[in-house]
């Protein structure tokens, strides 16, 4: 059974009920920055890395893709493969914006996966610790730092 | 090629009393392509959920070597939820509990038809 992890807690409620609803194979929360916070379904710590690094991307390049043809940025990105599909799409918290990526297969539908979206980003912003400050800027030289302390924490290495 | 190419169907259907919402969904994707809804009804939900709900129906049926599902049924306490399949569409009913589910379903049945033609190749046979 592939095992759900966070970096903070408060994530898991939440993402454990959209992973259960829509039928989602893969998940992950990401700071638009590209460091993670929870993933579910990833089986190694090198992929994680790898998809938040290409989900940051694409985020960014259609948000500036949607302010140049529409003045304002496009929040999501919905790709169709073969057998599984891909859903990309903005999730504003209270702490501030993250980047939702999930994969999903036949047995779930874009439907369901856009329905249980927008249920986690009620949840997240009802779970979310009013006391605790949102993070700041991620900045270059903790970059590295906090991306192996956050892939360290969601792998069971700390 | 229309703005509303299902407007037909789901006004007659629509006209019929006790019926409250009328929804082409498509099965794969369980989004509206076009809908008869009431003020406050939540069109994405109902479809998105529907479709799978039918989609698992019918693929249900299909493993219990029944053939292909031809009317689906949903009755709650507060309502009644009827589909029907046709290619890659499927036609969603809400309906109040008191509603004359058998005219529903000849309607609903008579509209696949119909369906089909307006929609054509471009919605794809599952």
Redesign the interface.
């Given at each position: 059974m592939m095992q759900m992890t966070v970096v903070e807690a408060w994530i898991e409620g939440p993402l454990k009920r959209f992973v259960d609803d829509a039928g989602a194979e893969l998940a992950l929360l990401l700071h638009p920055s590209g460091q993670v916070l929870a993933q579910h379904g990833f089986a190694r710590a090198v992929d994680v890395m790898s998809a938040c690094a290409l989900a940051a991307g694409i985020h960014a390049s259609s948000a500036e893709l949607g302010r140049q043809l529409d003045g304002k940025p496009f929040r999501g990105l919905h790709h169709v493969g073969r057998t599984r599909q891909i859903f990309l799409a903005e999730a504003q918290s209270p702490r501030g914006a993250y980047v939702f990526l999930t994969v999903f297969g036949p047995e779930?539908?874009?439907?369901?996966v856009?329905?249980y979206f927008d249920e986690l980003v009620t949840g997240l912003a009802a779970a979310a610790p009013p006391e605790a400050p949102a993070p700041g800027p991620a900045l270059t030289e903790h970059f590295e730092r906090d991306l192996n302390h956050n892939l360290a924490v969601l792998f069971g290495r700390v | 090629m229309s703005a509303r190419p299902f407007a037909s169907i789901l006004d007659s259907l629509t006209r019929q009393r006790g019926v409250t919402a009328a929804l082409v969904v498509s099965e794969r994707d369980g989004i509206v392509v076009e809908s008869n809804l009431q003020i406050g009804q939540s069109g994405d939900r109902v479809a998105a959920l529907a479709a799978s709900l039918y989609r698992k129906a019918r693929l249900s049926a299909k493993a219990a070597g029944m053939g292909a599902v031809s009317f689906m049924q949903l009755e709650a306490p507060n309502g009644r939820l009827c589909a029907v399949g046709g290619g890659d569409l499927v036609l969603v009913v809400v309906a109040e509990p008191a509603v004359n589910v058998g005219l529903v379903r000849v309607e609903l049945l008579r509209a696949v038809g119909e369906l089909l033609a307006v929609g054509g190749e471009g919605w794809g046979g599952s």
């Open positions: 779930s539908s874009l439907g369901l856009r329905l | -």
